[in-house]
Each structure stands twice: as structure tokens, then as C-alpha cells.
């Protein structure tokens, strides 16, 4: 038998005697013949009353009331009735008026929940004869006597069993083994992909659904209302299935992995529990919400639907599960890459230290982690060129925001054109998974066309930019020449006068 996938339609129970007394009401006149729905005839159908039922039928399946699918509970009881009356909040009780065991009551809850929407007429005659035999099955062999009025006989469920198609029993079979693997309570959990998000960059998140035993539910709806995420192009790497909203409105069976322009998807776990969605992280915060129905511990009584003629209840067999996870997600990171150069050659100058800041020159640049850039004296990190390039490069910059790199101080030869109140500096606009360059020119000190006085010779060399002496030099060695020769000549002279 293929599994129903568990949708969120509200299933409604028509309850055939459902109060707290038990037998508290005769069934009375019905008015307008009640119109049965999807299922198979019993014939001919179980006596009861004394009366020979032959030419009748017993029916197993739905009822139609107001256009809705109802299933009722309690056998011989014509159903659904006019004079019935119900209690929001009422346990489903036996027939006799009796509590269910906890095994049955979170089996009917889970079947009505997974087939009470069911559209085949084999899985509506097994769910009818399921709940004739939980809710009426016969205390003792006296509960079958066909001398019972309507109000005390029991459901034959072996009869019954043995008039239905072979397709039935064994579907019978299957929705009993089934009940007992996946009945509730059920529990909803999900997973946000592990670390900080990025950005227009798809994830996987997890929806699974499991019961007490820790059993994975499959086939189950569920609805997911997000924040800040959009559904993946082609669904990139889901294992459930997944549709939109629209589609699962409109009772699409599998609808079409999308991309969704609204904040809520349909998802559907496989066989193991799971649903596992690619989602697009498109803000700061993404947020899941799964919501979903599940078999309730016990059905009971909601509020009763008055139609023209009939009393419904809905079944009281689901209730509604959420859950949720969050995570946080940023723009992909950004790099700078900054080289040094000389304004005239081009060429790249190393180990220059240049502070890296925001645009206002002052507070640090950020990194993808949203910390400040700092350096070890707590000013904003400075950074320092290397190579022939004289480049420096600083990755992992939260985006967008815009940088700028300070030269600190000048290096050896490109003092003079250095202005300590505007030192040269770049400026770039960092966006998402790019990397922005930057270039810082320096202009060379320049090259002295005099020797400095106290100069050493072998600065000449570098220096002089003409060959051959001046001639206000030349005449002054000449004037130093005769200066040094009249010297020596008086010394001579004295010399001499003394002898």
C-alpha cells in the first residue's frame, strides 16, 4: 500500500454517539438520506433488533456532510444524526463508555490524521473498520446477539472482515503495523547548517520528525515560514520534497523545487523522517519555522459544526507542532591589496608601514567577524609593504564598507615631498567576494647637485654633474699660491738679516 503523505487539512470525525454519559442518545429521526463517501457495502449487513437485514447493507467508509469527509465511531448508530449532541473537550470514548487504551487512542488519532482526507475507497473501508473494531468491538459473546438493539450491538469484526475485498483486509493489516510504528506523540526539530551563513550562498537546513521511539515519520507536510532566506535556485541538495506554498494549496503531490518570492515553503520528509532544503541566506538573521499536524496523544471532542441536517466534530485526533532554528549569516568576505610605488619609475617600494582604517581615516576597518582591526598597541592595524612590488594585503573584510590605507612614515629617500598632516593614502569600497587594489605613489627626494661643505671626496663622484674646475675656483688656488710663496720669501729674509 503507498504511504499518504500527512497533510494539514483539518480531517473531521463524525461521531456517531460521542458524550460523556456514553449511551446518552437515541438516534431519532434523520432527516434527508444521509450520503455516504468513499468506501465499500457490506452485504448483507450485521443484524440487530431482531430484524433480518438481507436486503441492507452495513456501510464502511466516509459520509459526505457539507461537502467534508466524516468518519463515525460507533456501530448501529446511524450516523452522523440530527439529535446527537457534543461537548467540546469530550474524550472519545468506546461505544459502551469506556476510556481507550492509550495504544488505541494514539492509533485512531495517527489514521485519521494520515487517511482521514483519503480519496481510495480500500483505505476508507479499512480506517472505518479499524474504528468499528476499537470503539465497538464486543465485550463478550452476548454483545453480538442479533436480538440487540441498535444502541447494544457490537461491531462483528470478524464478519465484517471476512465480507470486505481482499484488497481491504490486507490494507487493514498494513494501517494496524503502520499505527503501531509511527503513532504519536511526535516530536519536530530543526537544524541549522553548522557556523555563520554567507550571504546569497545556499545552505542546507533539516526538518525531521520522529516519535517517541525516536522513528522517523515520512510523508509528513510541513510548512516553513522563513526570515531572511529564499528558497535555492533548483533546490540544490534536498532529499525531501519540496514545493511552494501554491502548490501545496492546490494539492500537488510533488511540487516543483523553485525559487519562491514568499516567505513560506511546503517541505516533505522521506522515509527516514527527513526533509533536508537548500536555503539562500538574503539578510543577517535567517530564521526557519516549521509548523506541522500531528496524531495527538488522545482524539477528543472539538467544537461541534451544526450543518442542515447532520453534527459533525472535528476528530480532536491532531494538534499542531512548530519549531524553529536560527543562525546568523554576513556578505562574503572582502580583501585590499595595496602596492607602494615610486611616483616616477613605478617601481615597488617595501617596508613602508600603512595604517588600515575606515573612510574617515580614524576607526579601524572591520573584519568579517564584525571585530574592529586592531593592532598590539590597540590603534588600528598597521600593515607594512614587502617585495619588489612593495605590496601588503589584508583578507577577510566584512563587506561592504569602504577602507583606506595612511602611510605612517616615509621611506629612506622620499622624506622631502612626506607631509605629516596629509600623508598619501588610498581609499577603496569593498563589495562581497572581491578583492579592491590600491596605489600609493612617493616622490623621491631630490638628487643634490653641490658638495656640502665637509663633504667627503668620494662624494664628488655622485654629486658632480660637470667635469674640469671653475674659474673663480681656479682663481683662487692662484691667489693662494703667491700668498704661500711671499710667505716663505719674508721668512727667508729674516733668517738672514740676523746672521
Known sequence: MA???????????????LATTGLAALPGTASAAVEEGIGHEITPGQDWG????????????????GGEHVFCVSFALKAPDTDE?????DELLTKWGDPLSAEVAADISYLLLRYGDTESPDDAAALAHLLHSWTAAPRDPSDLDPDNPFTEIAYDIEGHLAALPQSVRTTVEEMKREAATYR????????????????????????????????????????????????ADG???????????????????????????TAQTVVTTDENGTATVALTP??????????????????YVREPVTTDTQRVVSTGGEQELTAEAATTARTAPGQVRVAKVDDETGEGIAGVPLRLTGEDGTSPAVGQDGQPLLGTDGEPLVITTEGPDGTAAVENLRTPQTVCLTEVKPPNGYTDAFDPENPPRACGELTPGKTVTLRITN????VPRTIPAGARPMAVEQAATTSGAPVEA??????????????????VRRRFARR
Do not use: K, M
Open 3 to 17: 504511504r499518504r503523505r500527512l497533510g494539514t487539512a483539518v480531517r473531521l470525525l463524525g461521531a456517531c454517539l
Open 50 to 65: 431482531g430484524r433480518d437485514r438481507s436486503g441492507t447493507h452495513d456501510w464502511l467508509g466516509s459520509y459526505v456532510v
Open 85 to 89: 449532541t457534543y461537548e467540546p473537550g
Open 184 to 231: 504519536g506523540p511526535w516530536t519536530a526539530e530543526v537544524t541549522a547548517p553548522e557556523g555563520e551563513q554567507t550571504i546569497d550562498t545556499p545552505s542546507e537546513w533539516t526538518v525531521t520528525v520522529t516519535n517517541a521511539d525516536g522513528t522517523g515519520i515520512p510523508g509528513v507536510d510541513i510548512t516553513l515560514d522563513v526570515a531572511d532566506l529564499g528558497l
Open 235 to 261: 533546490d540544490a541538495g534536498s532529499t525531501g520534497t519540496v514545493g511552494d506554498g501554491a502548490a501545496a494549496a492546490s494539492g500537488a503531490e510533488d511540487g516543483a523545487a523553485e525559487t519562491v518570492d
Open 282 to 299: 538574503t539578510g543577517e538573521n535567517p530564521l526557519v519555522r516549521a509548523t506541522l499536524s500531528a496524531p495527538a496523544d488522545r482524539p
Open 443 to 446: 616622490v623621491a627626494d631630490e
Open 474 to 491: 681656479l682663481l683662487g688656488l692662484g691667489g693662494l699660491a703667491l700668498l704661500v710663496s711671499g710667505l716663505t720669501g719674508f721668512a
